[in-house]
């Protein structure tokens, strides 16, 4: 099966998350265990392959997770026809489920901006001030979880007023800092010298005691506040980001200048946005045209 190898080539050749090898080992073995279950048939059996996808659909399992275990499936494949490890690729004849395009959820931007400018609602110690560094940083940056936990404080050009962050499969881009964000952070730097943590990390966001920041972390914050400002289920970091995108097209922002911000690869990752644009219009349209 040379899993190890499969694994090592996404990791140091392919260059993929932590997050997308954790994906992608999950799915690998979920398919396996699958394969053992039907009395150990050949893994490269496109009739198993197909009842595997199949009992994932009866299980109700999110069409989207379904198209990423496919996607996995492919990857691993196309890796062991490449080395000659195997002579077909069983997944040629694979078709993944087609999706709905589901439009980003966001929230107000004036909402956010209220949750920052209030006083009253973070505390004034270490945490307090992390929390809303937290906040306005996905917010102002756009940045996804994985590059806020990999942030350093080196990352930090005062110079150039910028931020360089680490993106999918190591590419790095640069976003500017807005002024109320610069004086975050170091309000923020300085409260974090003043802890003498045990544990001096790197990172720029940790937790009270100084070390790594981790996901839940980031979610349970994100979560917390989010919460004074809508009561709508989903509150993740990444609804942060794409409120961060669509406050910029509705402002007037290039979307290209967009796309190299939010670190996407292809344009049409970006173009989703538009669509809540496209909404907003239609809202503005039906309150102030006389016909509408």
Not at 254 to 263: H, R, T, V
Request: hydrophobic share 40%; proline share 3%.
């Amino acid at each position: 099966m040379h899993l190890d190898l499969f694994y090592n080539y996404i990791r140091y050749e392919k260059r993929f998350s932590v997050n997308t090898l954790t994906a992608y080992k999950t799915d690998l073995l979920q398919y396996f265990c699958y394969v053992e279950a039907n009395g150990n048939a050949s893994f490269t059996d496109v009739f198993l392959i197909r009842s595997w996808i199949v009992q994932l659909m009866d299980q109700k399992i999110d069409p989207c997770s379904v198209k990423r275990k496919i996607t996995s499936l492919k990857t691993y494949f196309k890796f062991l026809v490449r080395e000659d490890l195997v002579s077909e690729n069983p997944m040629s004849k694979i078709q993944s489920p087609k999706l709905g395009k589901k439009l980003p959820v966001i929230i107000r931007e004036e909402n956010v901006s209220i949750l920052l400018n209030n006083q009253d609602i973070f505390e004034k110690n270490f945490a307090g001030i992390r929390d809303k560094l937290v906040i306005e940083i996905i917010f102002g940056t756009g940045l996804r979880l994985a590059e806020l936990l990999s942030l350093k404080e080196t990352d930090i050009n005062w110079y150039e007023n910028t931020i360089k962050i680490l993106g999918k499969r190591s590419k790095e881009r640069i976003v500017p800092l807005n002024r109320e964000l610069q004086l975050l952070i170091k309000q923020y730097l300085v409260v974090k010298k003043c802890e003498i943590f045990d544990n001096n990390s790197l990172k720029l966001i940790v937790t009270h005691t100084g070390s790594d920041a981790y996901p839940k972390l980031i979610y349970r914050i994100v979560q917390k506040y989010l919460s004074y400002i809508t009561t709508q289920n989903k509150k993740s970091p990444h609804i942060l980001r794409h409120t961060f995108a669509t406050s910029l097209l509705n402002n007037g922002a290039d979307l290209n200048a967009i796309k190299e911000l939010l670190g996407h690869a292809n344009l049409s990752a970006t173009q989703i946005y538009t669509h809540n644009s496209v909404e907003k219009l239609k809202l503005i349209y039906k309150q102030a045209h006389p016909k509408a």
